[in-house]
């Protein structure tokens, strides 16, 4: 059982109904992170960052990229519905080429990270290749500056991969990671870090420290002012309701 995949199935469920496509019964985590993507690319053209000659084609490069992974997310899911000796076609090749491509065009462009982040979530599609696919994380993440929006997103992405790592030491600064971030009030992903946290523990049966982490999170509840209710909060409530536990009162 893959971790990584595994603590972001039921935030697929949220995002997906939230759209509309509820009813698509293939939904991969990576189809998440190419809607962060979009918004990022929103993002950067709210800034006014594309008006410069070199972002607008490198904006312009995002979107190609964009379209062309999701055209190869249709061949997936068109290859899957086929008998394994009919599956000879590789739907990720025409991706990866432009990826390439386009990357080494605009690789000093301020939106290059973008680039090195989708290389990342290719080398987990279309290679199942983790090692590097952390190492494009670590890569991506260190040419965003600290103070961008989607800086703590991606960072959240890189400590949930490192969780899959198969040594020890790895996946201990994940969790402490994982913790600091977890520990921080005003960070948008806080939340999101303690599911994380608690979905961690249990996969690998410490259901006390499990529990403590959405007991935590189930007791900040749901704002009144949110227009919609967290998720986390609600998973959270739901698997201890499961574990036949007392919900803890609000904060």
């Known amino acids: 059982m893959n971790l990584y995949r595994n603590v972001q199935q039921t935030l697929q469920e ?7 496509y509820s009813k698509k019964k293939y939904v991969k985590e990576s189809l998440v992170v190419a809607g962060a993507l979009f918004l990022a690319l929103a993002g950067y053209a709210a800034f006014g ?7 607008v084609q490198a ?6 990229i964009s379209k062309a992974y999701q055209t190869a997310l249709a061949k997936v899911r068109e290859l899957e519905s086929k008998p394994e000796e009919e599956r000879t076609e590789n739907p990720w090749e025409d991706t990866q080429l432009l990826l390439e ?17 989708y290389q990342a979530q290719l080398a987990i599609d279309a290679d199942h290749d983790f090692d590097k696919a952390c190492q494009l994380m670590e890569q991506g993440l260190r040419r965003l500056a ?6 703590d997103m991606f960072n959240l992405k890189r400590i949930k991969m490192l969780l899959d790592s198969p040594m020890q030491h790895v996946r201990d600064q994940a969790i ?3 913790e ?6 005003d960070n948008y992903y806080a939340q999101e870090a303690l599911w994380t946290l608690g979905s961690y523990q249990a996969f690998y049966g410490n259901m006390d420290q499990a529990v403590a982490a959405w007991t935590t999170l189930a007791q900040e509840g749901q704002s009144e002012k949110a227009l919609i209710s967290s998720p986390w909060i609600s998973q959270a409530q739901e698997k201890l309701k499961t574990l036949n536990m007392a919900l803890p009162e609000k904060k």
């Not at 600091?180 to 009030?185: K, L, T």
Request: a positive charge; zero cysteines; glycine letters at 4%.
């Open 146 to 151: 600290k103070n961008s929006p989607f800086y």
């Open 180 to 185: 600091s971030i977890a520990a921080q009030q």
């Open 101 to 117: 491509a386009i990357a080494g065009t605009h690789a000093s462009s301020s939106l290059s990270p973008f680039f090195v982040m």
């Open 14 to 20: 949220k995002y997906v109904a939230f759209l509309s």
């Open 49 to 55: 960052w594309y008006q410069k000659r070199q972002n």
């Open 176 to 178: 402490a990671d994982l």
């Open 59 to 64: 904006f312009a490069g995002l979107i190609e």
